[in-house]
């Protein structure tokens, strides 16, 4: 899609990336934890669930006793979540110009369900971008890891951690293409790296949103 989208003039909206076991959920406690170290009002979220909505929607979408579902509405449902998310949780702790950290955002759903199902990727988005307002992360950090690791930190998988090792390389190289076209709003970094090394690449690719955008609630 040709749309700049639209970025928050107040608070900063960050996004942790990548596939499945790649780090995203330690670096979002991680960055989190230091941030309101800091004295910055946070907002650690995910998707799909962490709403109301969105927790029954979760359970449809990840259940292996779900089963089957058909592609287009798999997209529908995660799109669904993103909608409920933003209006109810995001849009609002941005308006308090807190800092807003999500584990999973849009790109998710253009690498699992574009790529990944092989939906139309462009189709896929023009429902994503009008159920989240066409709202964009000020920062988005793509965890790269190679598929075959990040699975095998698991024991049990959901219906999209099941899914072929080729499905999940396809989803890998979505996340690399997005954030290759927009290096301006994108950090990647090897999730192999050590988990201080990451966070210390984070916060230094996002001080300068922090002074320009995030508010402090306390000196």
């Known amino acids: 899609m040709s749309s700049p989208g639209v970025y928050a003039e107040r608070g900063v909206f960050v996004c942790l990336e990548g596939g499945e076991g790649s780090g995203k959920s330690t670096q979002s406690r991680l960055l989190r934890e230091a941030l309101s170290e800091a004295g910055y009002g946070v907002v650690l979220t995910f998707e799909p669930g962490d709403t109301p909505v969105g927790k029954e ?94 699975l095998g930190r698991f024991e049990g998988r959901d219906r999209i951690e099941g899914e072929s090792l080729a499905f999940h390389q396809r989803v890998r190289e979505a996340f690399v293409a997005m954030a290759k076209h927009d290096p301006e709003h994108y950090l990647v970094l090897d999730a192999r790296a050590p ?24 000196p």
């Open 57 to 150: 929607l979760r359970r449809i979408v990840l259940s292996p006793e779900t089963g089957a579902l058909a592609d287009k509405t798999e997209a529908l449902l995660y799109a669904a979540d993103k909608a409920e998310h933003v209006e109810t949780l995001v849009l609002p702790a941005l308006a308090r110009g807190e800092v807003v950290i999500t584990d999973r955002y849009v790109d998710s759903t253009l690498a699992y369900q574009g790529a990944g199902r092989s939906l139309a990727v462009d189709e896929v988005e023009q429902v994503a971008r009008w159920a989240t307002g066409d709202l964009r992360p000020h920062l988005t950090v793509v965890l790269d890891l190679e598929p075959a690791a990040g």
């Open 195 to 218: 988990i201080a090394e990451i966070h210390d690449a984070i916060r230094t690719r996002l001080e300068p949103l922090l002074a320009l955008a995030a508010r402090k609630v306390r």
